[in-house]
């Protein structure tokens, strides 16, 4: 399974962007997929994980700002952020999780907030 997250970019403080994570094979549906975040210097942090049912969950961080869903016939999570902060800037990795344990990682996008 290979995972690519895309649709990074550079915004202004209040702005919006929508992440995509794609991932490649057909175990999809049963992964639970999160996204996770590092920022420079930092230590990466998780943002927001959905289940393999659909079941969102959100660190505070991004409570009611961003929204994760999934289209398992496009074999798809996205992230929608909205309200973006200056904080809110790092580079964004998707990272899939089946039921046995095994983890999937991709390349992160950079995300970019100005002030």
Not at 18 to 35: D, E, K, R, Y
Request: hydrophobic share 30%; proline share 3%; charged share 15%.
């Amino acid at each position: 399974v290979q995972l690519q997250a895309s649709g990074g970019g550079t915004v202004q403080a209040g702005g919006s962007l929508q992440l995509s994570c794609t991932a490649s094979g057909n175990i999809f549906p049963l992964l639970a997929v999160s996204w996770e975040r590092q920022g420079t210097g930092e230590q990466r942090e998780l943002v927001a994980q959905i289940g393999a049912g659909g079941t969102p969950k959100y660190e505070d961080l991004v409570q009611g700002r961003f929204n994760i869903s999934r289209d398992n016939a496009k074999n798809t999570v996205y992230l929608q952020m909205n309200n973006l902060l200056p904080e809110d800037t790092g580079i964004y990795y998707c990272k899939g999780k089946l039921f046995t344990g095994r983890e999937y990682w991709g390349r992160g996008t950079q995300v970019t907030v100005s002030s």
